[in-house]
């Protein structure tokens, strides 16, 4: 099947899957904001607390590509509905252990490796179900909602998790997180597939690693991704950062009211980029990346140079929203120029690429921090922003999504 054949939307099952990843959304971001939170609590221990947060990204650059290749050759609605009910299992094992034997830091260290690893299969599951249910002209539609739900609940997770660990304490919190996942089964369950979402019957040859094979093979879809490489850095070192440069670069203590409001600022730009992604369906792609890769290094490079907190909180805003937009009209693109046997591990090696280079960001901010400042850590690392543009300018006007390799791939 090509992306232009692709059977009309399925309004009923794009809903289904929206509320199930709202409900994964709130357990997910939710126990993340809880688990580096209590194993500092516990242990005291930096290291320690660094490796709860750590075990949120390591799985994902770990299995993405089996994970990929397993969606493939099965259903994704199955996988999703399995791997729901296996993170609700794990959870639960954080009440268990908290009522008998207590639940140490390195316990909880292992349970959020093994929750976060059950999700890396939901996710890739979800964005291989996509252009399944809303067809190819949805994709930029279905995924802007998808975006808007997951930002504005990612948002209230932390406090929501305090509020929640504050009244219920551990055990209980973590069996609230439990049913979250249990519910998001139920709904993803009820979604009937069309048989052409099943994938292959059996394993194919290199089948792992067909995904990598084919993105990059087809010339859009590889620029796409080379220049995710240099936003995804510089985008770590700004997240990464924030509350650091909040306190170095505009001298806020990091308990003042002033760095909620940057970070506020940030999650309200992701929310408008979000919102205007589905504008970008049928704008030729590459001039589109130029634009926004453009977008985000000035605006980067002016966040760093910001000399007020309410010019940064602004600046901050604004950069998120283009690349918020940039993310998901870069998510769209692939999942409309990717045939549907091959949307699993084509998406897992786009994700990988994603949660690769943003830690990787934030660590090399970090570094260069401590030796020039934050702002010109942050100006530096706006670097890998400019190699994004230029490998947008250099790439033809015309690429674009390509029947043919569509449907060489589904042969």
């Known amino acids: 099947m090509t992306v232009t054949q692709a059977p009309r939307a399925r309004t009923g099952g794009l809903g289904l899957l929206i509320g199930s990843k709202s409900a994964s959304t709130v357990a997910y971001a939710t126990s993340w904001v809880l688990l580096p939170l209590y194993v500092y609590q516990a242990s005291g221990s930096a290291l320690l607390t660094a490796l709860a947060s750590a075990a949120n990204v390591l799985p994902f650059l770990l299995f993405g590509l089996l994970a990929g290749a397993a969606v493939d050759r099965s259903s994704p609605v199955r996988v999703m509905a399995w791997m729901e009910v296996a993170n609700a299992a794990v959870l639960l094992c954080v009440p268990l252990l908290a009522a008998t034997v207590g639940a140490g830091p390195v316990v909880l260290c292992a349970i959020g490796f093994a929750s976060a690893t059950a999700y890396v299969w939901f996710d890739v599951a979800s964005a291989a179900l996509v252009p399944a249910l809303a067809g190819a002209d949805g994709v930029f539609r279905a995924n802007s909602y998808l975006w808007m739900t997951t930002t504005v609940l990612t948002a209230v997770a932390a406090p929501v998790g305090y509020f929640l660990l504050e009244t219920l304490r551990l055990g209980p919190t973590f069996a609230v997180l439990a049913a979250c996942y249990l519910l998001s089964a139920a709904l993803i369950a009820a979604i009937r597939p069309r048989p052409d979402t099943a994938g292959p019957s059996r394993p194919e040859p290199g089948a792992v690693w067909a995904g990598l094979k084919y993105l990059a093979g087809h010339p859009l879809l590889r620029t796409y991704t080379t220049v995710n490489v240099g936003v995804g850095v510089?985008?770590?070192?700004?997240?990464?950062?924030?509350?650091?440069?909040?306190?170095?670069?505009?001298?806020?203590?990091?308990?003042?009211?002033?760095?909620?409001?940057?970070?506020?600022?940030s999650g309200v730009g992701a929310l408008l980029g979000a919102i205007a992604a589905r504008r970008f369906k049928g704008v030729p792609p590459i001039p589109a990346a130029r634009w926004m890769t453009g977008l985000d290094l000035l605006l980067l490079l002016a966040y760093a140079a910001a000399p007020s907190w309410q010019l940064a909180a602004v600046l901050l805003l604004s950069w998120n929203a283009v690349h918020t937009c940039f993310l998901v009209v870069g998510i769209s693109v692939r999942q409309t120029a990717t045939p549907q046997r091959l949307q699993g591990r084509v998406n897992a090696v786009g994700r990988m690429i994603v949660w690769g280079s943003v830690p990787l960001g934030t660590l090399l901010c970090g570094g260069l921090t401590e030796l020039i400042g934050p702002r010109w850590a942050l100006a530096a690392l706006g670097a890998f922003a400019f190699a994004s543009l230029v490998t947008a300018l250099r790439a033809p006007s015309a690429l674009h999504t390509d029947n043919a390799l569509l449907e060489k791939a589904d042969t």
Not at 241 to 264: C, E, K, N, Q, T
């Open 234 to 265: 510089s985008a770590g070192a700004v997240y990464g950062m924030l509350v650091v440069f909040a306190s170095r670069a505009l001298g806020l203590p990091s308990d003042d009211y002033r760095v909620a409001w940057i970070v506020a600022a």
